[in-house]
């Protein structure tokens, strides 16, 4: 990202998408924008690059759509709070499911071994 594009995305977010006078198609409270986002609270951004990472979230993230949120929050409540923690309620169960898989996995995997080295273990035994 060059200078200019950075020095472009800190102007959307802090003035928001019509900072030049232009409007722009895609308004903060369509529904292809991630609400998650707007509350910086999308666990696809959040969880990047780490052991739960989720990939690229499929709505629009877009820091001038947040300044446009946050400016239109001010004025009348949305919300949208409660999709996000919905939105989050849902991938904590999902963690917590896939976290549970992992435990079984790990105690099937551990027992086996376990069994494993006993076996061994009684086999030196009896050449002692």
């Known amino acids: 990202m060059s200078a200019a594009d950075q020095m472009r995305a800190m102007l959307d977010q802090l003035m928001g998408t019509a900072r030049n006078g232009e ?7 369509d529904p292809k924008v991630c609400k998650s986002f707007l509350l910086a609270c999308c666990p696809h951004e959040i969880l990047a690059a780490t ?14 759509l947040r300044a446009d949120y946050e400016a239109a929050q001010k004025q ?7 999709d996000a923690c919905d939105h989050l309620t849902a991938f904590v169960a999902d963690c917590d499911r896939k976290t549970e898989q992992s435990k ?3 105690a099937e995997t551990q027992e086996a071994l376990s069994d494993e080295v006993t076996g061994k273990a ?3 035994h009896d050449l002692a």
């Open 51 to 64: 052991r739960m990472d989720m990939g690229e979230c499929p709505k629009k993230h877009d820091l001038a």
């Open 76 to 82: 009348k409540d949305h919300f949208y709070d409660v």
């Open 122 to 124: 009684n086999s030196v």
């Open 23 to 29: 409007t722009n198609s895609v308004k903060y409270n």
């Open 104 to 106: 079984k996995k790990l």
